[in-house]
């Protein structure tokens, strides 16, 4: 077999066959296929797109090109969320211990952030003591022995995504559907969880921008998770504005804290409420209604927040952060952002936020950026509230004063300020199962 003849059959709109694509994905992994004809590949299936068949097959090749995690002894119970990536996103913080404290079995791996989106283990970082890296033997152990683990990606899983990703960012080939969800997928195949929920992100702050697109990259990523044997649902849930009223690391376990003690804090509590009732929902065999009464039980109970605090303790985790967040350190400098005039918030540029952030230190632009766990945003109006001229939108938080005033003009940029009150917006556009 040659690779010339697997780029010129797809370029010329033919269906790879079984065997052609594990002989890409195989021969790309080892070094054997050279970037240039790999690019050319990546190129013909932006063009010509992939059949389900071929999706599936690629999905599958790419999740078994490394390690895999073997969950089979959860039987139906393990459970996984997976997020396309959003500000302020903090719900794997409220939904794992939630979903965990109803009998679900959450082993998860999680990234950290990169330019405007957060990475939960950069959060979890923000807890002292609190490990990122177990063991294998570890990992599964809490998983077994209190339902919920969550750990840094590990090990050598989906090295074949790793390096087709790399080549996609320099090639213009990112934006695929079939790419996207193999990309995606193979991660969750390859973390081994039979019930996945997808929470896809919509609006300003998202990969995607709309509805239509999101729900045709939903329905994707569900059939191709089908096709593969998994039990997958997909949830599009708005990103016009930040999830919630925290931007940063540290921020965000707080607020997450305050949710599981009992805070209805708006749209993040709905979310958060709407993800963990799809995977009870799907870990019980019971109706999304029933699962959701459960839910919203456990954190009215307190039985979520006790099962976050055995969660953090169990990976070395301080829980009196988690009781008194008060002891989370606090950024030395704090900066008001006011109303330039008064009048409804029409639109909040999402992304322009989190970039707001990762300013202030509580992101990075590189890998190799260091984080400040106690930087971030604390958003006072949201879209659709009344200001006055003056009155205060947001607060910023940093230890490095210099980055105040771009900080600031990042987020008067992103707010749009008008006399007429905007239509109201869902949480969630739909639920692909």
């Known amino acids: 077999m040659r690779m010339y003849d697997v780029i010129r059959k797809k370029r010329d709109g033919g269906e790879l066959s079984d065997a052609e694509i594990a002989f890409f994905v195989d021969g790309f992994t080892k070094g054997e296929i050279p970037d240039y004809q790999a690019s050319a590949l990546l190129m013909a299936i932006f063009f010509r797109g992939m059949t389900e068949r071929e999706t599936v097959t690629l999905t599958d090749n790419m999740a078994k090109s490394g390690d895999t995690v073997d ?234 927040f006790a099962k976050m605090k055995e969660w953090v303790s169990s990976q070395g985790g301080d829980v009196g952060y988690l009781d008194d967040t008060d002891l989370f350190p606090a950024a030395k400098y704090r900066k008001d952002v006011t109303a330039p005039r008064g009048g409804y918030i029409f639109s909040t540029d999402a992304e322009k936020i989190g970039e707001a952030s990762v300013v202030l230190g509580a992101g990075r632009a590189s890998k190799e950026d260091a984080i400040d766990h106690a930087a971030g945003i604390l958003i006072k109006k949201k879209t659709g509230d009344r200001v006055e001229k003056g009155d205060v939108i947001c607060t910023l938080l940093t230890n490095d004063e210099s980055s105040l005033a771009d900080a600031e003009k990042e987020v008067l940029s992103a707010v749009g300020i008008g006399d007429e009150k905007p239509d109201n917006k869902p949480l969630v556009f739909g639920i692909i199962s």
């Open 71 to 304: 969950l089979s002894r959860f039987g139906m119970l393990s459970a996984d969320k997976h997020s396309t990536g959003g500000v302020g996103d903090k719900t794997t913080l409220i939904v794992a211990p939630v979903v965990a404290s109803l009998g679900g079995r959450m082993a998860k791996m999680s990234g950290r952030g990169l330019g405007h989106t957060g990475g939960t283990v950069d959060k979890l970082e923000s807890i002292p003591g609190y490990r990122t890296s177990l063991s294998p033997d570890e990992f599964l152990g809490q998983v077994e022995k209190i339902g919920l683990s969550v750990i840094g990606q590990s090990g050598n899983l989906t090295p074949a995504d790793k390096k087709l990703y790399a080549l996609r960012d320099v090639t213009a080939t990112v934006d695929s559907i079939p790419l996207i969800t193999s990309s995606i997928m193979s991660k969750k195949l390859a973390a081994g969880s039979h019930n996945i929920v997808l929470d896809v992100k919509v609006g300003s702050g998202a990969f995607m921008k709309t509805p239509e697109d999101a729900e045709t990259l939903a329905r994707e990523m569900v059939k191709i998770g089908k096709g593969c044997g998994r039990n997958v649902r997909a949830v599009l849930s708005n990103m016009d504005v930040p999830l919630g009223s925290a931007v940063g690391n540290s921020l965000e376990v707080i607020e997450a804290a305050n949710i599981l003690k009992g805070a209805d804090s708006g749209d993040l509590y709905e979310v958060s409420v709407i993800l963990s009732a799809q995977l009870v929902s799907m870990v019980r065999g019971v109706s999304v209604e029933e699962a959701e009464r459960a839910v919203r039980e456990a954190i009215r109970s307190g039985a979520a």
